[in-house]
């Protein structure tokens, strides 16, 4: 199946700095999607994000497919920015696929 | 709008014993899909419900079933429980599946003692 790397599996920040965050796959997909997941466990859409650049806020996504890549960029972050970023894609067999996610911790 | 709903939020159960986890989709949506979230094994998919059909299925044992009913709302039910399936799942829904954009719910939290 297709392979969902996320990198660096851990990053420190501190308050108001600016942080790109890496998600890799092995094969072309039709769907990517970011997540947030706070400390309490609640899973948040960020981006869905096939290809091409988005903004929101103080978050930006681009997906280069062709090159089997995407960025998540949080600019001046915040503590509440925290938690664990995923990237997720859809595999050729239609299966929904996790990258390992990366741990954000914004200190004050 | 209403988000996707799973209940209980919490859950404590012994080995041994079945599990039955409920998910409501966003009004609309009639693709739903599970997934099971432990430290060690990250984010996994279950299986995914659409249109009461099971249309695709990850690599757990047979003792975690699913199924879907007209309303598109979704069970879950794990029997004789093991240690080992302590994790919290979640739900997602989406208009038709594949390919499109995934809705998580805030997730059941099962351990097992």
């Known amino acids: 199946g297709i392979q969902v790397e996320q990198s660096p599996p851990d990053l420190i920040l501190q308050e108001g700095a600016n942080s790109t965050l890496r998600c890799n796959f092995s094969?072309?997909?039709?769907?990517l999607q970011w997540f947030h997941q706070n400390p309490w466990g609640q899973l948040i859409n960020l981006f869905y994000?096939?290809?091409g650049t988005k903004q929101n806020g103080r978050l930006s996504a681009t997906t280069v497919a062709t090159e089997r890549y995407s960025l998540l960029y949080i600019s001046s972050s915040q503590t509440t920015d925290s938690g664990v970023y995923f990237c997720?894609?859809?595999?050729?067999?239609?299966?929904?696929?996790f990258g390992a996610g990366t741990q954000v911790v914004v200190t004050p | 709008k209403a988000g996707v709903t799973q209940t209980p939020r919490y859950l404590i159960k012994t080995r041994g014993q079945q599990v039955t986890l409920s998910c409501s989709p966003i009004?609309?949506?009639?693709?739903v899909s599970w997934y099971q979230q432990t430290p060690g094994q990250g984010l996994q998919f279950l299986f995914e419900y659409f249109s009461e059909t099971q249309r695709n299925k990850g690599n757990f044992p047979g003792r975690f079933s699913g199924r879907q009913f007209s309303n598109s709302r979704s069970e879950m039910n794990v029997s004789t429980l093991e240690l080992g399936d302590s994790a919290l799942y979640l739900c997602?829904?989406?208009?038709?599946?594949?390919?499109?954009?995934?809705?998580f719910g805030d997730g059941t939290r099962l351990s097992i003692l």
């Open positions: 009004s609309g949506h009639r693709s």
């Open positions: 997602a829904s989406s208009l038709e599946g594949e390919n499109q954009p995934q809705h």
């Open positions: 997720a894609v859809f595999d050729s067999w239609g299966k929904f696929q």
């Open positions: 094969d072309s997909v039709n769907n």
């Open positions: 994000i096939p290809s």
